[in-house]
């Protein structure tokens, strides 16, 4: 380890964190467009919380779901801040720790100690306090994949054919975990993380298309040799003709689409949703929150979502245009693949244009874990940016 | 790990990367673009769309029929009312809830019920394709029923033990309450369940029906059955996406059904029936069935109407099960379900006379002339004889009637076949006697408001020549085959005779089907109703009313009053002095002819009765007796007419049937203490036995008056 490997940096005090975060702003290493854009999603995210868990007979459920997820995303702020005020450089020294850490979560998935919630074994709870490690999974997987890609070796200016063998072993073994939980939807994102930094690492455009190439041949063979179960194949089915079986399997689809179209331009009104007072969406206050958005905010409160999120992801993409190390660059690259995949497919999917996948909308679902996750990414590219600014930007 | 840095090679990879991210950031906006389009799209010009799709998510519409209006007699009295019974009924979506299903109370149900839980448990299953009954037909937003005719202190019992029957309610419903039993039965009608192609033939029932709706399936309840049933109200609950309900969007209340006004006397149809039973029952031996009709000559409404054998019309009350509906039709039953009033189809016999009478008198039979009256005559080859073979010498017309000579009868019919032309009849015969017979009213029906009314035959010139067409071949068969099956030779040689003839000529109309004809036999049937309403036309000077039973309808509230139309009324091409003629002879029958017997001892002189006896028969079955009449006879006001199917001669048994109809319409003691009354001291207000059951003789013209309250208050008394 030469001079890039720097000291640890790990803050003693809260004071000092504050006067460390302080301190960057301060100086302007701060990319307070895509903080505001952050908090501003996350503001709008608590108001759909509870809008979507109101009941006018117990207000107490509202306030009760509002005040959890205000103290996770509290945790989550914090958690970031935390991340974004040290050297980026830190948890890539733990990057392998972490990825062995993920690991051992999902492992504890299939303990006692796991749970299932709505059919999938994703959960780890003790005490009380429940926890996704799959969420943790992407985090540490685009540490991994950075790490593994985004530190060329000697004389090499570009991962070589064995560091994409290693990055691939790296993501295989997390993915098949999540994936026989069942959850399709995290598996797909750790691919697509994946995926996105390997296109953007300069690897060999062969493996990049060969990679494309082999997801292509297993969609294939899984729809072929019938590999899908039958609640899956019902969700590509209904993406096709969500009216087939509307009280089936169509009906999340259904029910989702109904109460977008219904919100119109202007929206009924916070609290006036009659698809969402009903709750005729289920899972509306966490994968289908932003039917609630479009329903009660029309399509003016959709436009924002969509708008801030692309602003999110394109302010990522911007850190890492302006990266001068591979990994800080990948990192990002893999926030902004996980953000744009999950983020769209998850809005996708309320709009009838993609496959109904388990998934939360970053920044605005209710759910701790995922909370915290994608904080913990928005204070690795915050990190980034700070320190890791080429010349261009200096 | 070690690594240089080589700023050449760095810079020279970043160029393409830069590239790449470049294009990432185009590829992020085009997929928020494209969202943002799809957004678009459903929200803005699919909007509506989608909005009245959500409205039918959470709006269920639920109807709430409205009360069916009663059917009142002309007093106000029910003929039919709504009772209230108790039911026992679930709340589905609470059931639903339960973590067992509901199991439990519907145990608890069945066990203070003492019914089976399984029948219960299947009561409350949704009816689908896949569930057939016992099933719940109604939404599951209605309370299903489990238990009807609930005991009122077990209901009490679920009501006080709320805890133990969570969702389980006990209300009070409306059913069809028949406070006459068995009365007027097949007159009134009844309710069944709506069928599928009921739904289907009737446009403004389905938007109406909750699928557990009940429709008029006859008489009554079934042609006014539009304005009875009201319309219904349709109430709109919020419910989320459990099927809770959040709240009522919208009610609009139903709208209760009219009453029905009829023109029947409660009393009179209690009178009639009575006395058509005992009429039935003394009959005895093959006698099976018989009707009644009161008509009200001035108006042609329907003061009472029977038909025997009749049966409550509470079995089809909450649908009727397979047993008691097998029993209905049963052959033991009689086939009670059909009225012999307006269906039953009979030769009139003599009390046709009239007609033939009337026929005769307007084709230039003298009135005041005398004709013979032999034992028999002989047309066309063939014997015609009197009833029962005696003769009575030389008599007027008024005599003929009186005595009911048939043979003065068969040589007017006779002679006016001759005039026609005979077997070679002219280009365009009068057929005085079969027109008449139209004019009366007889082969078409008289458009009472009732439904499936028989018409009737007049078997003339036009209908022997398609009754021919349509039986020809057998009957050549017949003629050529002969009847080798009839025991008795001679028989078997008349009916090959009657097919050769039948055969060959069928279609002519002869000397024997004319001279039949004018007594009421042969081919010739009417219905006791179509009699009813001919002598109701003599009576009131030649008016032939289109009988109704529904005066008017009347709203729940008395705010509207609709009177129902009749059509117009056809007038006997008969002049007043034939009809004035007819009356006459009418009036002595009970006084000295074939009704004396049956009146004996009715007061005459106070209400005197004017009728005419009949007595049907056909080969292998005992004779039909007739009575049809009209009183009092010098201001008309009733037609009377009493069929007892196969019980013997009209005199004898019709008559006494029609006789205790006046009885009991006037209040007179009946004929068993009728020798007490004479030998008292002949004062006419003695024969008054009972309480007349139309006090003054009359119905009344005014309508009943229903209370903005709903009671009702009949006609005359101060509101």
Sequence with gaps: ?394 | MRRIIDPRSEGGARRPRKVGLLAAQILVVALAATLTARMWYLQVPMAEHYQSLAAANHIQELVVPATRGQILDAQGRPLVRNRTELTVSADYHQLERSPDGGEEVLRNVADLLDVPFEELQRRTRLCGPDVSRPCWQGSPYQPITLVEDVDARLALQIMERREDFPGITAQQRPVRGYPMEDRAAQLLGYLQPVTQEELEEREDLRTQFTGVDYVGRDGLEAVYDDELRGTSGVRKYEVDSRGNVTGVFSETPPEPGDHLVTSIDERVQRVTEDALAKGLESAGGPADSAAAVVLDVNTGHVVSMASLPSYDPSVWEGGIDQETYDELLSEDAGDPLTSRAIQGQYPPASTFKVTSLAAGAENGVPLDKTFSCPSSISVGGRSFQNYEGSGHGSLSLHKAIVVSCNTVFYQMAYDMWKEDGGLSPDEEPEDAMTTMAHDFGFGEPTGIDLPHEGSGRVPDREWKREYWEDTREQACERAERGYPEEDDPERAEYLEQVAEEQCADGYRWRAGDAVNFSIGQGDLVVTPLQLARAYAAIANGGTLHEPRIGKALVAADGTGVTEIESGEPDKLPVSDRTLDYLRSALADVPRKGTARGAFGGFPLDEVPVAGKTGTATSTGKKESGWFASYAPADDPQFAVVVLISQGGTGGAVAAPVVREIYDGIYGFSGPEDADDAESADGDPDDQRGSEPALPGGEPPTELPTVRSDGSIVAPGEPD
Excluded at chain 1, 78 to 107: F, K, M, Q, T
Excluded at chain 1, 199 to 217: D, T
Excluded at chain 1, 244 to 258: L, S, T, V
Excluded at chain 1, 308 to 321: E, K, Q, Y
Aim: proline share 5%.
């Design chain 1, 1 to 394: 380890m030469t001079a890039y490997t720097s000291p640890h940096v790990a803050p003693a005090t809260w004071r000092e964190v504050v006067g460390r975060v302080f301190a960057v702003g301060v100086r302007r290493r701060v990319d307070w467009v895509l903080v505001a854009a952050v908090l501003v999603l996350s503001a709008v995210g608590s108001l759909l919380v509870w809008t979507s868990t109101h009941t006018p007979e117990d207000p107490a459920v509202a306030a009760g779901y509002v005040q959890r997820h205000l103290v996770h995303l509290g945790m989550a702020v914090l958690c970031g801040a935390l991340v974004a005020s040290v050297d980026y450089r830190a948890p890539r020294a733990y990057a392998p720790v972490v990825y062995l850490l993920s690991l051992a979560g999902l492992a504890l998935v299939f303990t006692p100690l796991g749970e299932v919630v709505n059919g999938s074994r994703g959960w780890i709870s003790v005490a009380g306090l429940q926890a996704q490690p799959a969420e943790f999974v992407k985090v540490a997987l685009i540490l991994a994949t950075a790490m593994l890609l985004g530190e060329p070796r000697d004389g090499e200016h570009a991962p070589t054919t064995r560091d994409v063998v290693f990055a691939l072993a790296a993501l295989a073994s997390p993915m098949v975990m999540v994936l026989v939980q069942p959850d399709l939807g995290s598996s797909l994102v750790l691919g697509a993380i994946f995926l996105g930094m390997l296109s953007m690492s300069g690897a060999p455009v062969r493996w990049i298309a060969g990679l494309l190439g082999c997801g292509l041949v297993a969609v294939l063979c899984v729809w072929w040799f019938d590999l899908l179960q039958d609640y899956q194949l019902a969700r590509v089915t209904t993406l096709f003709d969500p009216t087939a079986d509307p009280q089936g399997r169509g009906y999340n689809a259904n029910q989702a689409i109904i109460a977008v179209g219904s919100g119109g331009f202007e929206g009924t009104g916070l609290f006036q949703g009659e698809q969402t007072s009903g709750r005729f969406v289920p899972e509306q206050h966490t994968d289908f929150i932003f039917t609630v958005a479009a329903e009660e905010l029309g399509f003016i409160g959709g436009v924002l979502i969509i708008a801030l999120l692309t602003l999110v992801i394109w302010r990522v993409l911007r850190v890492a245009a302006g990266c001068e190390q591979p990994y800080a660059r990948l990192v990002c690259v893999g926030v902004a693949t996980w953000l744009t995949f999950q983020g769209f497919v998850n809005i996708g999917m309320t709009l009838g244009v993609a496959p109904i996948t388990g998934l939360p909308l970053p920044f605005l679902s209710y759910g701790g874990t995922a909370t915290i996750a994608t904080m913990v990414a928005i204070g690795l590219v915050l990190a980034i940016h700070a320190r890791d600014r080429g010349f261009e930007h200096a």
